[in-house]
């Protein structure tokens, strides 16, 4: 639904993909916009929703140079009867990026937008305007909820394939049309830079889109803006974005794999120059602010955090963690207390606290890394690991026994309807948690889905930690290592919500659609 301006792509594009006269890019590729461009302002990063509620939502837009936002709203396309609202003024503070916080909005009503950018000298000259459309959030349950998730884009050296379609998953899901989509984190690869081509192991060729940004690490605040811009020169994820809102979250390659607070990089990394880890996320944490609508990290946002609860209706609360920024070192995971754990004592007891107030029927926990999987931590020559479980089957240790403390509260709280969604370890499947299987028996059944990646290497399953006894139901996943997205194991996940009966509905699909697992959930029972 975008319109996108015919934009330059001087100096930007390296590699065999940078004479192809048949994509269309917005123009000044990951360059700084330049100042004394003629003509008017452009928009040519498209336009995103984000975070959006019953009468409230998030607008995105990026600029070409400096100019002031402008968004409009009304009922239907033609724009009759048109709402205005004055955003911010665009600038190099944030890199051309702004955000409009759009209130008073009809509830459960397709809302369609336009961004129009403005001079900041003469008002008058606009530039083309981009639109889009959204759905708010319906306060009446008999609507229903729909929303799909996955993870992990542009990984392990594979992007942008012009060859394969580009991001054609994001095509598949928005047929859908879903309320919103929930991105479970690893929006960039930071961490990991793209060759123009890379080799596929039957000889064919994978190419890459390429920018400057994305051929080394990123370190400076410019290198972490430019991997976020890097993204949006997909026209499938502009159309998408265009048309449905996101809840982000973030995990590791938005900063560097497998980081944590406090991390020094050692010189078996020589591709860092800067080894402050902290320094590093405080400015992929700016960027990530920048190029996401994220209600509670826009400018005069009280809570200045990722972590953040979603209300849709009487039928879903979606509680979106941070697993990161609080999260104690990697280690061997085994210790007898770890009150720090992975999420950080002050957001354990936000979530427990918020768990117990929510009243909707369904309370998904949308966790950037998984429960029960065995995440090894490889950056480093010990037995280390990433998430919470560490391959001991017996009672919580380390970073369990937060996870256990969580869902001993809510068996005694008596909180039903919880849900857990993650994504990470690029692969998919079901776990169903039963204590009758469990070393730690204190808590009520419960089950996790895994999806991903959008655009990444696919792995094989991760080993199972029997300490809350999962089982895999279901899985997906190739038998060897780094598949690349031209072979397919790309996975998204399908949550939809019965206005009537209150049924969840989890769908496991592949990257064109295709369903590969279903599960029928039921309403009112603690845990799932």
Same mark, same amino acid.
């Given at each position: 639904?975008?319109?996108?301006?015919?934009?330059?792509?001087?100096?930007?594009?390296?590699?065999?993909?940078?004479?192809?006269?048949?994509?269309?890019?917005?123009?000044?590729?990951?360059?700084?916009?330049? =100042?004394?461009?003629?003509?008017?302002?452009?928009?040519?990063?498209? +336009? /995103?929703?984000?975070?959006?509620?019953?009468?409230?939502?998030?607008?995105?837009?990026?600029?070409?140079?400096?100019?002031?936002?402008?968004?409009?709203?009304?009922?239907?396309?033609?724009?009759?009867?048109?709402?205005?609202?004055?955003?911010?003024?665009?600038?190099?503070?944030? @890199?051309?990026?702004?955000?409009?916080?759009?209130?008073?909005?009809?509830?459960?009503? /397709?809302?369609?937008?336009?961004?129009?950018?403005?001079?900041?000298?003469?008002?008058?000259?606009?530039?083309?305007?981009?639109?889009?459309?959204?759905?708010?959030?319906?306060?009446?349950?008999?609507?229903?909820?729909?929303?799909?998730?996955?993870?992990? #884009?542009?990984?392990?050296?594979?992007?942008?394939?012009?060859?394969?379609?580009?991001?054609?998953?994001?095509?598949?899901?928005?047929?859908?049309?879903?309320?919103?989509? #929930?991105?479970?984190?690893?929006?960039?690869?930071?961490?990991?830079?793209?060759?123009?081509?890379?080799?596929?192991? %039957?000889?064919?060729?994978?190419?890459? #889109?390429?920018?400057?940004?994305?051929?080394?690490?990123?370190?400076?605040?410019?290198?972490?803006?430019?991997?976020?811009?890097?993204?949006?020169?997909?026209?499938?994820?502009?159309?998408?974005?265009?048309?449905?809102?996101?809840?982000?979250?973030?995990?590791?390659?938005?900063?560097?794999?497998?980081?944590?607070?406090?991390?020094?990089?050692?010189?078996?990394?020589?591709?860092?120059?800067? *080894?402050?880890?902290?320094?590093?996320?405080? *400015?992929?944490?700016?960027?990530?602010?920048?190029?996401?609508?994220?209600?509670?990290?826009?400018?005069?946002?009280?809570?200045?955090?990722?972590?953040?609860?979603?209300?849709?209706?009487?039928?879903?609360?979606?509680?979106?963690?941070?697993?990161?920024?609080?999260?104690?070192?990697?280690?061997?995971?085994?210790?007898? $207390? %770890?009150?720090?754990?992975?999420?950080?004592?002050? /957001?354990?007891?936000?979530?427990?606290?918020?768990?117990?107030?929510?009243?909707?029927?369904?309370?998904?926990?949308?966790? @950037?890394?998984?429960?029960?999987?065995?995440?090894?931590?490889?950056?480093?020559?010990?037995?280390? =690991?990433?998430? +919470?479980?560490?391959? @001991?089957?017996?009672?919580?240790?380390?970073?369990?026994? /937060?996870?256990?403390?969580?869902?001993?509260?809510?068996?005694?709280?008596?909180? $039903?309807?919880?849900?857990?969604?993650?994504?990470?370890?690029?692969?998919?499947?079901?776990?169903?948690?039963?204590?009758?299987?469990?070393?730690?028996?204190?808590?009520?059944?419960?089950?996790?889905?895994?999806?991903?990646?959008?655009?990444?290497?696919? =792995?094989?399953?991760?080993?199972?930690?029997?300490?809350?006894?999962?089982?895999?139901?279901?899985?997906?996943?190739?038998?060897?290592?780094?598949?690349?997205?031209?072979?397919? =194991?790309?996975?998204?996940?399908?949550?939809?919500?019965?206005?009537?009966?209150?049924?969840?509905?989890?769908?496991?699909?592949?990257?064109?659609? $295709?369903?590969?697992?279903?599960? +029928?959930?039921?309403?009112?029972?603690?845990?799932?």
């Amino acid at each position: 639904m975008s319109t996108f301006p015919s934009p330059s792509r001087r100096g930007v594009l390296r590699g065999s993909l940078a004479a192809s006269a048949a994509l269309s890019l917005p123009g000044a590729l990951g360059a700084a916009p330049a =100042f004394a461009l003629s003509g008017r302002p452009g928009a040519g990063w498209g +336009v /995103q929703t984000g975070d959006v509620g019953a009468h409230s939502g998030l607008v995105w837009v990026r600029s070409d140079r400096p100019a002031r936002m402008v968004v409009e709203t009304a009922a239907t396309e033609s724009f009759r009867n048109a709402r205005r609202w004055c955003g911010p003024l665009l600038g190099a503070g944030t @890199d051309f990026t702004g955000t409009t916080r759009l209130h008073g909005l009809p509830s459960g009503e /397709q809302i369609h937008y336009r961004v129009l950018l403005a001079d900041p000298d003469d008002p008058r000259r606009t530039g083309e305007p981009v639109t889009g459309t959204f759905r708010t959030v319906s306060e009446k349950r008999r609507q229903g909820v729909k929303f799909l998730w996955s993870g992990d #884009l542009a990984g392990q050296g594979w992007g942008i394939n012009q060859d394969i379609g580009g991001y054609r998953i994001y095509d598949a899901m928005a047929k859908l049309d879903p309320d919103f989509f #929930l991105c479970s984190g690893d929006n960039i690869y930071a961490d990991g830079p793209m060759n123009a081509t890379q080799a596929l192991p %039957d000889g064919r060729v994978y190419r890459n #889109l390429v920018t400057e940004e994305k051929s080394k690490v990123a370190e400076t605040l410019a290198e972490y803006r430019g991997n976020f811009r890097y993204n949006l020169l997909d026209e499938n994820l502009r159309r998408f974005n265009a048309r449905v809102p996101s809840v982000i979250q973030w995990d590791d390659h938005e900063v560097r794999n497998n980081w944590y607070p406090g991390e020094v990089i050692t010189d078996s990394d020589p591709r860092y120059t800067e *080894r402050s880890v902290d320094v590093l996320a405080a *400015r992929a944490r700016r960027a990530f602010s920048e190029y996401f609508p994220v209600s509670t990290l826009t400018p005069g946002a009280k809570q200045g955090r990722v972590q953040r609860v979603l209300r849709h209706g009487p039928l879903l609360d979606v509680f979106v963690l941070d697993m990161r920024t609080y999260r104690d070192a990697n280690s061997t995971n085994v210790r007898t $207390t %770890d009150p720090q754990g992975i999420l950080g004592r002050e /957001q354990l007891e936000w979530l427990k606290r918020e768990l117990a107030a929510s009243r909707a029927v369904w309370k998904v926990i949308a966790a @950037d890394m998984p429960l029960g999987l065995v995440v090894p931590d490889p950056m480093e020559n010990k037995p280390n =690991f990433e998430a +919470v479980a560490q391959g @001991d089957p017996g009672q919580p240790l380390g970073r369990e026994l /937060q996870i256990a403390e969580l869902l001993r509260f809510v068996k005694h709280r008596r909180i $039903t309807g919880t849900v857990w969604l993650t994504a990470d370890v690029h692969h998919t499947s079901a776990q169903h948690y039963q204590p009758s299987r469990a070393a730690f028996k204190d808590f009520e059944p419960f089950w996790e889905f895994v999806s991903g990646p959008l655009n990444a290497g696919a =792995f094989p399953a991760n080993e199972l930690d029997g300490t809350f006894g999962p089982e895999r139901v279901f899985v997906k996943a190739p038998t060897v290592a780094n598949v690349s997205p031209a072979d397919g =194991f790309q996975f998204f996940g399908e949550v939809d919500i019965d206005g009537h009966s209150g049924e969840l509905t989890v769908r496991l699909r592949e990257s064109d659609g $295709t369903v590969l697992f279903t599960r +029928v959930l039921q309403p009112g029972r603690v845990g799932q």
